[in-house]
């Protein structure tokens, strides 16, 4: 069926991924706006956000690109956004320790601490570390296969989109766009899926099925 490869990393490894015996629910990023955002497909929309409300609208949206509206829903705490912060969140919560929660909420509203989802680009913001376990996202469930290759790999591909003109109006658009953000990227599965033939690590994982 459809969806039956992640059975068993749901049931092995939600608990310990999410924190969950800290807290519930976890607070998941949905994937759209995540690779939207870190394999840079938002480089090359052509729309802006404006086009897509209603011909009823009162123009809130006017100059805003669809990466403006995911920044400002991980501002404004409506879905959230990782990274969070362009800083380490374990230094976050010694900074928390040792001067207070205040203090935090002072430096981010002081612009002293940014919002990730504000500079997508800049290298302290990038993933780092990807591990797919029993899922074969690259060259199959990717949404815009040739923009992980170019963008988070750094591979080549068959690409033939072009940077849009049209740029967000608070998100930073820096003019060199990034090829090849991952460090690592860890597959586990049991099979020589598209995935693993890229991965630089493969653990073969057999599990309920094999």
């Keep these: 069926y459809v969806g039956q490869e992640k059975c068993r990393p749901q049931t092995g490894w939600a608990t310990l991924a999410s924190a969950s015996d800290w807290s519930?629910?976890?607070?998941?990023?949905?994937?759209?706006?995540?690779?939207?955002?870190?394999?840079d497909q938002w480089r090359y929309d052509q729309f802006t956000a404006a086009e897509l409300t209603?011909?009823?609208?009162?123009?809130?949206?006017?100059?805003?690109?669809?990466?403006?509206?995911?920044?400002?829903?991980?501002?404004?705490?409506?879905?959230?956004?990782?990274p969070t912060f362009d800083r380490n969140?374990?230094?976050?919560?010694?900074?928390?320790?040792?001067n207070g929660i205040e203090d935090v909420v002072r430096k981010i509203e002081a612009n002293e601490i940014?919002?990730?989802?504000?500079d997508p680009d800049?290298?302290?913001?990038?993933?780092?570390?990807?591990?797919?376990?029993?899922?074969?996202?690259?060259?199959?469930s990717a949404k815009g296969n040739e923009y992980f290759l170019r963008h988070l790999l750094g591979t080549t591909g068959n690409f033939r989109a072009t940077p849009s003109t049209i740029k967000p109006?608070?998100?930073?658009?820096?003019?060199?766009?990034?090829?090849?953000?991952?460090?690592?990227?860890?597959?586990?599965?049991?099979?020589?899926?598209s995935t693993t033939m890229h991965a630089d690590v493969v653990l073969p994982a057999a599990t309920w099925y094999e």
């Design 24 to 39: 519930r629910p976890p607070r998941h990023m949905a994937g759209t706006p995540y690779w939207y955002m870190h394999t």
């Design 89 to 98: 969140p374990l230094a976050l919560g010694q900074l928390a320790a040792d």
């Design 122 to 140: 800049d290298p302290k913001n990038w993933p780092r570390v990807l591990t797919v376990w029993r899922a074969n996202l690259l060259g199959s």
């Design 114 to 118: 940014h919002y990730a989802a504000s």
């Design 54 to 82: 209603s011909p009823l609208a009162e123009g809130l949206m006017d100059g805003m690109h669809a990466a403006d509206c995911i920044a400002m829903s991980a501002k404004l705490g409506w879905m959230p956004s990782y």
């Design 169 to 193: 109006r608070d998100v930073v658009s820096r003019e060199d766009i990034p090829e090849g953000k991952l460090d690592l990227l860890v597959a586990l599965d049991f099979r020589m899926t």
